[in-house]
C-alpha cells in the first residue's frame, strides 16, 4: 500500500509543571494519551536500530520517524524512507523535532526555537587551544581559511542550508497558540541564567562533537555569523539536522521530496555553558539538570498545533505549497537560486582537499 503523508515528523532522539519523569523524544507522541494516533507501525529496512519502524495514523495522513543520533545515522535513516517504494513523500511536509543546548543569549530551558538556517561547524579545522595564537577566540579555523574569521575555502556542502521562511513564520504563528510547560529542577536551574521557556526565531548548529563552556559556545556563534554572512542567529546546537536537510536536499532534486516544505525545531533541554564562567567541568557531565522533560513536552505541544493547522487548512492552503519569498538550499545552490551567505566561486561540489594547495607567491 502507497501512503501518501503530507506530515512527517522526523525526532532527532508562571507555566504549568509538567510531569518530573524524564521521557525520551518520541514517547510523548506514541503515548495512549497523544492528540495523534499513530496506530501503524510501517517495518522498513535500513533504518538506525532499534528504529525500525515508520509509525503512522491510521489514515496515512501523519508519520514519525526515529531517525537516531548522530549525522550518519540520520543520513541513512532518511535516506531509507525517501528511497522506500511504501511512501510518496512529494508533497509531504517535514517537521525535524529534537531537543538541544540552548544558548542562554537567546533561549532557556522549555524554548522553543524555530530555525531557518541550519549550521554545521564541526567539519573544521581544530588545533590544540594551548598551541593556538593568541589572537584566536578558539582553535577552529574554517577548512582552507585565510583567517579564523572566513568563509571556508574548502567546503563540503552540507556547510549551511537556508529554510522556507514564509513556512517557519506560519508555523511559529500555529505553534503560539500551545502552552508552554515547565519543570520545578529545569525552574530551579534557569534560575542562575535568565529568561522563561519562550517560542523564538532562531537557528540550530549541527555537530557530532558536544561542546560546552563560554569560550567555545561564542566561537561556534562566530562560525554561525561567518558562515550565514550575519543573517544566523544561533539558539539551539545539535547533532543531526544538517546530515537530514543533506538527505531530503537530494531527494529534491531526485523529485522525491520538496525542500520548500522542511521546517525545523528545536528545545532546549540543556545549556551550552555554565552560568558563569568558574565553574570547573565536572565528570560525568550530567545532560539532564532539569530541562528534558519541558522540552519534550514542548516539542509535542508546539508540534500538534502545527500538524493540526496544516491539516485543518490542507485544501485551501498548504496542499499546493508555500511559496518561499526567500533562498532556500545548500550552499551551491543546487535547487536553483543563488544563496545569499556564501561567497561566488564555490562550484557545484564540494572538496574539503581544495583548500590544501600551497599559497601562491604574491607579486608586485
Not at 561567518?226 to 543573517?231: E, L, P, R, S
Not at 531527494?251 to 532546549?268: E, W
Request: charged share 20%; hydrophobic share 40%; glycine share 10%.
Amino acid at each position: 500500500m502507497v501512503l501518501r503523508p503530507p506530515l512527517g515528523q522526523l525526532e532527532a532522539t508562571g507555566l504549568p509543571t509538567s510531569r518530573e519523569t524524564p521521557k525520551e523524544e518520541a514517547d510523548n507522541w506514541l503515548a495512549d494519551e497523544s492528540a495523534i494516533k499513530f496506530t501503524r507501525k510501517i517495518l522498513l529496512p535500513g533504518l538506525s536500530r532499534g528504529f525500525d519502524h515508520v509509525h503512522s495514523t491510521a489514515d496515512g495522513s501523519v508519520c514519525l520517524l526515529v531517525v537516531g543520533t548522530a549525522l550518519i545515522n540520520a543520513a541513512l535513516s532518511v535516506n531509507t524512507l525517501v528511497s522506500s517504494a511504501s511512501f510518496d513523500l512529494t508533497k509531504t511536509y517535514f517537521i525535524l523535532s529534537g531537543i538541544a543546548g540552548g544558548n542562554p543569549r537567546l533561549t532557556t530551558l522549555g524554548g522553543v526555537a524555530f530555525a531557518r538556517f541550519a549550521v554545521q561547524v564541526d567539519t573544521q579545522m581544530e588545533w590544540d587551544s594551548r598551541e593556538m595564537p593568541s589572537s584566536w577566540k578558539a582553535g577552529y579555523v574554517p577548512m582552507g581559511a585565510h583567517t579564523p574569521d572566513s568563509f571556508p575555502l574548502g567546503v563540503h556542502g552540507s556547510e549551511v542550508y537556508e529554510l522556507n521562511d514564509n513556512l517557519r513564520q506560519i508555523s511559529i504563528e500555529f505553534a503560539r497558540q500551545a502552552t508552554l510547560e515547565d519543570s520545578k529542577r529545569a525552574a530551579a536551574t534557569r534560575a542562575e541564567y535568565a529568561g522563561s521557556p519562550a517560542i523564538l526565531e532562531g537557528d540550530v548548529l549541527s555537530s557530532n562533537t558536544f561542546w560546552h563552556g563560554f569560550y567555545l559556545s561564542e566561537a561556534m556563534d562566530n562560525v554561525t555569523k561567518v558562515y550565514t554572512a550575519g543573517k544566523g542567529r544561533y539558539a539551539m546546537t545539535a547533532q543531526e539536522d544538517t546530515a537530514i536537510l543533506t538527505a531530503l536536499l537530494r531527494a529534491a532534486l531526485l523529485g522525491k521530496a520538496d525542500f520548500s516544505r522542511i521546517l525545523l525545531m528545536r528545545a532546549a533541554a540543556n545549556f551550552d555553558r555554565e552560568p558563569t564562567m568558574d565553574v570547573p567541568p565536572q565528570l560525568p557531565w550530567v545532560m539532564d539538570s532539569g530541562g528534558l522533560v519541558p522540552a519534550v513536552r514542548n516539542l509535542y505541544n508546539t508540534g500538534v498545533k502545527i500538524i493540526n493547522g496544516i491539516l485543518a487548512g490542507w485544501s485551501k492552503r498548504f496542499e499546493e505549497g508555500i511559496e518561499p519569498d526567500n533562498y532556500i538550499g545548500d550552499i551551491f545552490g543546487s535547487l536553483g537560486g543563488t544563496p545569499g551567505f556564501a561567497p561566488g566561486g564555490l562550484g557545484n561540489s564540494g572538496s574539503a582537499c581544495s583548500a590544501n594547495k600551497p599559497l601562491e607567491p604574491l607579486v608586485d
